[in-house]
């Protein structure tokens, strides 16, 4: 049986990587979906989709292809089943929060919503759950803005 995410989930992680990579054409920095991230020898994660800024993608990004630090923004969208929404809404964002990541959206396919955390001090707190009526900014994406209902297949 196959372990590859569903359908809507893949929809809805190339719709915010579409998103992301068209605002970035324009302002900067680069978007990848589910690339490497290596922080060390025991914490490897590959999100769904990153956004790293220009200055920081020379400081991280290896000879091996993989991100070796804290993208600034890290997306992961839900895979149903308790055991990976706790993963995706307690473990990995710990550690994002532990490494440096400025934004983490956690995109929820299934209810057509996306929580938003941003940096506060040292850890990653709620600062939004946005709904498909909301527009969806970011103070780390200056001009970027889109109708969450827009990031969900239909």
Known sequence: MSTQPHWYHQKTSGRIFSALDQWSAEYGGDTVEAPGVIFDD??????????VSAERLVLILDDDGKLHGAPDLAVEVLSPGPRNVRRDREA???????????EYWIADWQAKSLEVYRREGATLKLFAT????????SPLLPDFKI???????K
């Open 92 to 102: 990995k964002r710990r550690l994002y929060s532990m490494w440096g990541v400025l």
């Open 42 to 51: 025991e914490n490897a994660v590959a999100p769904d989709v990153v956004w």
């Open 147 to 153: 109708l969450v209902a827009q990031l969900f297949p």
């Open 130 to 137: 946005l709904y498909a009526s909301d527009e969806l900014t």
